[in-house]
């Protein structure tokens, strides 16, 4: 086996100081826009790296628990906000690009099954955006309740369009598990860049929260267009064994969507509000 080739890229870095101004890597955005949480930061060291040139400050930083990054701060954007270049190179990798990749994709075991959620808005929905509504308190127990099923089925790959309703509530309910389960993930599908600009700034904090927080984050748009939310709903069936829908029937992107589910042979449960 030859010796193991790094792949240089520029990222996006998001990162954190503490009290003695050490700089902490906390995220990357790959060059796909997929967004991956740095599980934890190894050495730092100024180091030169030979293999793809520059030099600077080295982080070596793990990403689900298998993938292992070297981050390179070159001197010339030592006092951006962001890293910079960043080399990157897959933990026993046979020095591949897609290697490293994968392991990061989908950085659950083997064995995973992935569940998408879809499910109506709020207008559409009996209680409508009142969330004290006991209705509301109900549905939101019930799909709690439901995931917490299908995580008993082996599923560990949870995937959320980031839309008011459904897509919200499923979404809060996977962080609240992950408590107890921690070995789930949690991955959200933006379909434009402002998706919520036009939402209260209630809804704007808990969508904010979500994407911070979720283990993986997928854009698969940044500019809004006529097919960016149908480009987001067959991502979401496209990457799932299963479509945990809340759908009453009614025409919309969520009955396009369990349509577009069942044509591709994908499994779907409803889930209904009273």
Not at 58 to 78: D, K, M, N, P
Not at 192 to 204: G, H, P, S, T
Not at 214 to 236: E, P, Q, S, W
Request: proline share 3%; charged share 25%.
């Amino acid at each position: 086996m030859g010796a193991e080739q790094a792949l240089k890229v520029y990222v996006e870095v998001f990162a954190v100081f503490d009290e003695e101004g050490r700089m902490l890597p906390r995220w990357i955005t790959w060059e796909d826009g997929q967004r991956y949480r740095i599980d934890r930061v190894g050495e730092v060291k100024q180091a030169a790296a030979m293999r793809c040139g520059g030099q600077g400050d080295r982080f070596t930083v793990y990403i689900g628990g298998q993938t292992e990054l070297s981050l390179l701060r070159t001197q010339r954007q030592a006092h951006g906000e962001s890293l910079g270049q960043v080399v990157c190179g897959a933990q026993g990798g046979g020095g591949r690009e897609d290697e490293g990749m994968k392991a990061a994709r989908r950085r659950g075991r083997p064995g995973y099954k992935r569940c998408a959620f879809t499910g109506h808005r709020p207008q559409k929905l009996p209680f409508g955006f009142d969330e004290e509504d006991p209705r509301c308190i109900a549905f939101k127990g019930a799909v709690k309740e439901a995931i917490e099923g299908l995580i008993g089925e082996g599923y560990a790959h949870f995937l959320s369009g980031g839309a008011l309703g459904m897509d919200l509530f499923a979404a809060e309910a996977v962080l609240e598990l992950q408590k107890k389960y921690p070995w789930i993930i949690l991955e959200m599908v933006s379909p434009f860049d402002a998706q919520a600009a036009k939402w209260e700034r209630a809804y704007q904090l808990r969508r904010d929260r979500l994407f911070a927080m979720a283990d993986i984050v997928t854009a698969t748009g940044h500019a809004y267009t006529k097919g960016c939310m149908f480009r987001r709903n067959r991502y979401l069936v496209d990457n799932a064994d299963l479509l945990l829908a809340a759908y009453t029937g009614q025409p919309g992107g969520t009955a396009m969507t369990v349509n577009y589910a069942r044509e591709s042979g994908i499994q779907v449960r409803r889930i209904l509000p009273n």
